[in-house]
């Protein structure tokens, strides 16, 4: 077998290349001594079971690094349908900014003291354990310390860099 060069791959064409993933879309939520603070997190997964650890990519540039590296938490919040303004919220394609994004009475907090989005069909809540840099990125890896599954409802998927209906 003989392995091809490939050829050079560009952010534009990365970027369309991996979109053909569907993805959950979720808010990565911290809180430190500034308040809270957040990105829309379409890179976040699992690690392993034992411990059960999870990680989550984060640009060098990202507001809410800071806030992560600073409290030593992040959560994992993923959407229901009906959240799907979170979206451009926490995606920076708004004028909203900061810890004005975070509505009073839409959050709480569980373990790590993250902000929680009530409404979420699920959250992850993580103690930070260890942040790897790489070109350009952070990959923030976290032990998941308490987590909440309550809410029904349909996933807000995002395929090909579009909420799907």
Request: charged share 20%; hydrophobic share 45%.
């Amino acid at each position: 077998m003989t392995e091809s060069a490939g050829r050079e791959i560009g952010p534009g064409d990365f970027w369309k290349a991996i979109g053909v993933r569907a993805v959950g879309a979720s808010v990565v939520t911290a809180r430190d001594a500034e308040g809270p603070a957040g990105f829309l997190g379409l890179s976040a997964t699992h690690l392993s079971a034992s411990p059960p650890m999870l990680m989550v990519s984060i640009g060098n540039t990202t507001s809410a690094l800071g806030a992560i590296r600073n409290a030593g938490h992040f959560a994992l919040n993923y959407l229901a349908r009906a959240d799907r303004d979170l979206i451009d919220l926490f995606g920076g394609k708004t004028d909203r900014k900061g810890a004005d994004r975070f509505d009073a009475g839409r959050w709480s907090t569980l373990a790590s003291g993250a902000p929680v989005l009530k409404t979420a069909l699920g959250v992850l809540d993580c103690r930070l354990e260890e942040l790897i840099e790489r070109h350009g990125s952070v990959i923030a890896i976290g032990r998941l310390i308490d987590f909440k599954a309550p809410a029904e409802g349909l996933p807000a998927v995002i395929y090909k860099g579009t909420m799907m209906e």
